[in-house]
């Protein structure tokens, strides 16, 4: 069955459909070895060949998802060429090639989502659809009631403001603190270098919930599918009815 190429290039995790446009009018994809510059292209997943960028592009015939409770030290990647440990070492029983949606730093640790559903993926990780994150962060210091109310108004990150978050300390002893932080960008090392500029580096970081998603009782270094209830609420968050 044929399908536009621009949601073709999507649902394969290439680019978003804008994005996928602009690859298309800059001659950088092809079908069947000829650059396809029209944006309205249409191409049989069955029978023809799609590269962009010299790259072979397939969509996966069935979708997954899965939920992994992501271990400190791993990298949020498919493969490392140094040899580091990577999230896909921690599924070795998983025959479906899936990606991370989102960034997690090696550093830290928690709930990180992956699938083969690169619309779903794209949406989830765009700030524009406000999807809400949320982080146990163990601090330096004790904030200060002024330093939370800094980190809910916004903070202006390498020359651009933060979008508002929620801040609250959850406890503290002496030398250290523990903060319940939410948020819905995904820009790299976020939650980190907002702390920092509040006077409050991060010892430690954990994602407990991604799109209404919780970890519950997954254990570290774990994951599992997510029910089919669960994909249609991610999909709804994100207008993908």
């Known amino acids: 069955m044929e399908m536009r190429l621009n949601k073709y ?9 804008r994005e996928a446009d602009r690859l298309i009018v800059e001659g950088r994809v092809l079908v069947n070895g000829q650059a396809a510059m029209e944006l309205g292209t249409k191409v049989d ?8 960028d010299g790259r072979v592009i397939k969509v996966a015939s069935g979708s997954v998802y899965v939920m992994l409770n992501k271990p400190v ?3 949020v990647t498919l493969k490392d060429p140094f040899g580091r440990p990577t999230v896909r070492s921690l599924m070795p ?3 479906a090639r899936v990606f991370p949606v989102g960034r997690l730093d090696a ?3 928690g709930l990180l989502l992956l699938t083969n559903d690169g619309e779903l993926a794209h949406r989830l990780s765009h700030p524009r ?3 809400k994150k949320a982080y146990v962060v163990k601090v330096r210091g004790v904030p200060e009631k002024e330093s939370l109310s800094r980190l809910e108004r916004g903070l202006v990150v390498e020359g651009r403001k933060t979008a508002p978050a929620r801040a609250a ?3 503290h002893k002496p030398g250290e603190s523990v903060l319940r932080v939410e948020l819905h960008e995904g820009r790299k090392r976020e939650v980190r270098k907002m702390c920092e ?4 580096p991060v010892l430690e970081l954990r994602r407990t919930e991604y799109a209404g998603l919780a970890l519950k009782h997954l254990k570290t270094g774990e994951w599992r599918l997510l029910t089919s209830a669960e994909v249609a609420r991610l999909r709804r968050q994100v207008g993908l009815e």
């Open 169 to 171: 300390l959850l406890s």
């Open 93 to 95: 029983k998983l025959k």
């Open 45 to 52: 997943p069955e029978r023809d060949k799609v590269q962009a």
């Open 73 to 75: 030290g791993y990298l």
């Open 9 to 17: 290039l999507s649902q394969a995790g290439v680019a978003s459909r």
């Open 197 to 200: 500029m509040i006077g409050h």
């Open 107 to 109: 550093a830290s640790e």
């Open 129 to 131: 659809f406000e999807v």
